[in-house]
């Protein structure tokens, strides 16, 4: 692998030297310096290709949406691709949570401006192809024979497609998992090793965690809800591979009566059961409270994993979502996209970047140093991952977790059709508007703004 990386450079160094020869004033530069002539000073200061080449500079977006320092990780990750890459120079730049990200990048490509490379939300992959802000990776898929891509787990490479091509590479990303306190387990004389596995446990157990000051469980609803929602709709679907979405991004499908039934049970934690507090639980806030023991359990991405396991001061244990009728998770997180507005030469540079951030040793890195997923199989294979999961195995689960993992929600218009279903959802966990209610109005408002991409 790392002699097919020097090859790929060095053909990325001989684009760069044919496109310096073709610029003006080059040569003539070229055949004085090869005649071994002492050249005036006028010819001097415009002999350019006798200074050594620039490296071939990219802007790299990011967001960091989870705990944790991963600004770090990510920045010398970084670092670590220019030492081997020296004609490749990378500004990584942070910016935010995704939702910040998006509009950044978002007003790049507005001000033909955008980043060279970026990590955006896999979501975003229709509204990028509408605005024409990115490119296909097909090309550079088919003549990297150093490029695996069944190496990568299905359930990832899912959402980088459309319309019969590749626009993204899995980077970071996750599964929803059940975090849970084993101490305040074995407090409430319950297993610490025998978390619960359905809906029905889930209530039973909160409904015992549920004293001494902290509650039985959080569920986040106020940052993209549609995602905890689009996850207990699946398990109470009748055939497991029901969506609340169509396949090719023009159609949602969220008003239908079992779906009415997930986001009723949802309701029906705060206040059927009184397990979870009411109203609309903050996701910054769910991982503080459960680190800090006030809760006992928390969905959440397996994102917060290494935030868990470095600031909890108890013995915790990680499990899949709990089933209705079936297991089921949405994938979520970030894939890294290559942008359009920028040059040839950025174009490849940003390939072997993303080539390079995403191979096994790399995906090792990132996923112990965050808890999200290795998204290549070979990732496991890697000395440093079999070191880590065998000290900590609560970090296979996500992985394991993907047999049952499934695209996130993403259409055409995407910004405005998730902000239908989470506003409602949001309405319904605050008590303005029944389950029927909210799933009815986010279905008619998806409709409207989806309706001109059926035509």
């Not at 049970?265 to 109203?279: A, N, Q, R, T």
């Not at 506003?423 to 009815?440: C, M, P, R």
Request: charge should be negative; hydrophobic fraction near 35%; glycine fraction near 8%.
């Amino acid at each position: 692998m790392l002699k097919q990386g020097k090859m790929a450079l060095i053909a990325l160094g001989l684009t760069l030297m044919l496109v310096g020869c073709g610029q003006g004033g080059g040569n003539a530069a070229d055949t004085k310096a090869g005649t071994g002539t002492t050249a005036s000073t006028a010819d001097a200061n415009t002999t350019l290709d006798q200074t050594p080449k620039e490296p071939v500079e990219i802007s790299f977006y990011y967001p960091v949406n989870v705990g944790g320092p991963l600004t770090k990780v990510i920045d010398g990750m970084s670092a670590s691709f220019m030492e081997k890459f020296p004609d490749i120079k990378v500004k990584p730049v942070y910016t935010g949570n995704y939702g910040d990200n998006t509009i950044k990048i978002q007003a790049g490509v507005q001000a033909k401006q955008p980043p060279d490379v970026a990590v955006m939300m896999s979501t975003e992959l229709y509204s990028m192809m509408d605005t024409d802000a990115i490119i296909p990776l097909d090309d550079f898929i088919a003549k990297d024979a150093d490029y695996n891509k069944d190496d990568f787990y299905p359930a990832f490479v899912e959402d980088t497609q459309a319309d019969g091509h590749t626009y993204s590479v899995p980077f970071q990303r996750s599964t929803i998992i059940l975090y849970y306190n084993k101490d305040m387990f074995k407090a409430a004389g319950l297993d610490p090793n025998k978390p619960p596995t359905n809906w029905d446990e889930l209530v039973e157990y909160a409904g015992k965690l549920n004293r001494d000051g902290h509650t039985g469980l959080e569920i986040p609803g106020n940052d993209d809800s549609y995602w905890m929602f689009q996850m207990l709709a699946r398990q109470n679907a009748s055939d497991p591979k029901q969506s609340i979405m169509g396949d090719d991004g023009r159609k949602a499908n969220f008003n239908t009566p079992e779906n009415v039934e997930a986001l009723q049970f949802w309701l029906d934690l705060s206040h059927k059961y009184k397990v979870m507090p009411e109203g609309v639980i903050d996701w910054a806030a769910t991982p503080t409270d459960f680190i800090e023991g006030k809760t006992a359990m928390m969905m959440h991405t397996s994102g917060n994993l290494t935030n868990v396991k470095t600031n909890a001061k108890f013995d915790f244990g990680v499990a899949f979502a709990p089933a209705n009728k079936q297991y089921g998770s949405p994938t979520g997180g970030g894939d890294l996209y290559i942008f359009k507005d920028t040059t040839p030469e950025k174009q490849a540079a940003a390939w072997e970047f993303a080539k390079y951030m995403t191979a096994p040793e790399q995906a090792a890195l990132f996923s112990s140093s965050s808890g999200y997923v290795g998204v290549r199989k070979s990732t496991y294979d890697t000395e440093a991952m079999k070191a880590y999961t065998d000290g900590f195995p609560q970090a296979l689960v996500a992985r394991d977790q993907l047999q049952y993992a499934f695209r996130e929600l993403s259409t055409h218009n995407h910004g405005k059709v998730s902000s239908a279903l989470t506003n409602q959802i949001q309405s319904a966990l605050a008590g303005k508007i029944d389950a029927a209610g909210a799933l009815k109005a986010a279905q008619e408002e998806a409709d409207r703004v989806l309706a001109p991409f059926n035509k």
